[in-house]
């Protein structure tokens, strides 16, 4: 019982720490919740004007031209934001991991998972705002979702889920980057995925080879089940396969962070 | 202070390689509890890899230690909880400030409200870090960075204490204010544990001291005991010719010279009356000496007189 308690204060502890870290180098968290507002602006008003002839208005929430172009790439936006915000997961991780203090973490009598669920709740957290902060702009813009209080409950469990994953796969990140910089470059082709999936256009629209990627990725089936909650597109087996994709990355990712923890040699 | 001493650190036979290299091989250490114990030996000795062992870092590849009673493989949690350890870099969150370091490892601690903030206060005054406290740890110099960071060890008061070359780079001032907080810390009954590359600060802070190299103990004992094994001091007189040096050499009781650099090593304890009684020798003789210099014993003659090569040799491994 005790033993359990301790998990829970150290890694509330830790949750602290790194929430203050985020509070004291605001410019990362800045540019990481700017670059998905960016890709917004630019696919609305720069190619939302072309892309939009070509969509289906069932795919579109019922509405056509540039909204219904947003209606449809918000989903897709949101995952670009999960991906950007743990990619300053995996920055900080690696600033620990690079640092002095990790050595006297792990001498510590702290219960060895702590330090590791601190970055991830951190990171759920920011997940959190950043996706509160990118549907306000949407709403602003003239996203106009259809979804009910439930659709919307769903639709952040299915984040936070998906959060979850990704943020133990850029803690692992983290971990196995030998410098910062290392750190900071390879969560990037997270960002791309919502792209290569059926986030900004349908998949059905690109080339063979590129389609069956787009279509079996683990990106597609959550853009997928978003959509559907927010806007009423059919679903399908698609939050099946959206909630299986994260439990299989959160899980791998965890054993990995973990054991890469565990292994840590000093510098 | 408990009469009969227990020991705090067993190592037996410890065993450590990098990718072939070997770094440690078959290290014994036996430090008695509320002791200071320094391990000396040059950069690359394997002094950090030791530390690192014994404060659960990293395994050994075989033999078997135990700090505190609690064996560094099987009880790694207990032993952590009753050690503190202070590495040879900055162990600090940068982005946060002196006070918010030392509060992190109060919780991190488990102490509760009150007493953690006595224990963060007190650790303030006692390493006049009172000015600093509410700035940045970015902003410290490399003197407020160690006492901090031995501050953020000692938050949990630890029974054993792990110092890895704790004045490596500090100013002499520094340097005796850490020296005075560590024999503190021991008047107390903390056992310490510190790895240095000087002499002097074993010397004037160990109770014992042993010696490594290229990852081996090559001497184990106190102060006086090693130091009785050095040659002592010796006196190094230049000439400037090899005629001088061959007749102050004949004259000289146990001198030895070196023709090629025409020096004469002359033992010594470096007393004024010896060094008068030299002088007038070679006076007498009506010898000229150009140069004379008084060596006391350092790091280099500890390694010569253990291990026969000198402490660069040591480095080079």
Known sequence: MTAVSYTLTDSATLLRRNLRRLRRYPSMTLMLVGMPIVFMLLFVYAFGGQLSHGLPGALAGGHSGRAGYLNYITPGILLVTVAAAVQGTAIVVAMDMTGGIIDRFRTMAITRSAVLTGHVLASLIQNFASCVVIVGVAVALGFRPTARPTAWLATIGMLMLFSIALAWLATALGLAAKSVETASNTPMFLTLLPFLGSGFVPTATMPAGLRQFAEYQPFTPITETLRGLLTGTGIGTNSIAATAWSIGIGLTSYLWARRLYQHHTPR | ?317
């Open chain 2, 1 to 317: 202070m408990n009469s009969v001493r227990r020991p705090a650190i067993v190592a037996t036979e410890l065993c450590k390689s990098f990718g072939g290299t070997v770094v440690l091989d078959r290290v014994d250490l036996h430090v008695a509890e509320g002791t200071i114990f320094a391990l000396l030996g040059p950069n690359g000795a394997g002094k950090t890899t030791i530390v690192r062992i014994l404060s659960t870092l990293i395994p050994a590849d075989s033999g078997v230690a135990s700090v505190a009673g609690h064996d560094v493989c099987r009880d790694a949690d207990a032993l952590r909880a009753t050690i503190g350890v202070t590495g040879q870099f900055s162990a600090l969150d940068e982005l946060l400030t002196g006070e918010e370091n030392l509060r992190l490892m109060a919780d991190l601690n488990h102490l509760d409200r009150t007493s953690g903030r006595a224990r963060v206060g007190e650790l303030v005054e006692r390493f006049e870090l009172v000015d600093a406290v509410s700035r940045p740890v970015s902003t410290y110099s490399g003197g407020m960075r160690r006492r901090l960071d031995l501050a953020m060890t000692l938050v949990g008061s630890p029974n054993v204490i792990f110092l890895d070359e704790p004045t490596t780079g500090l100013d002499p001032r520094s340097r005796r204010t850490t020296w005075e907080i560590i024999r503190n810390l021991a008047a107390q009954g903390v056992t310490i544990f510190l790895t240095t590359q000087y002499l002097d600060e074993a010397d004037r802070l160990a109770d014992r001291i042993a010696v490594l190299d290229r990852g081996r103990i090559v001497a184990e004992g106190t102060a006086d005991a090693l130091k009785r094994r050095i040659p002592g001091g010796h006196v190094r007189l230049e000439f400037a010719a090899p005629q001088a040096l061959l007749a102050a050499a004949s004259i000289i009781d146990d001198a030895s010279h070196d023709e090629e650099n025409l020096v004469l090593q002359v033992p010594s304890d470096g007393s004024v009356a010896s060094l008068r009684r030299m002088l007038d020798q070679l006076g007498d003789a009506h010898i000229e000496v150009e140069q004379l210099s008084i060596h006391t014993p350092d790091l280099d003659d500890v390694f010569l007189a253990v291990t026969g090569h000198a402490t660069e040799e040591a480095m080079i491994e």
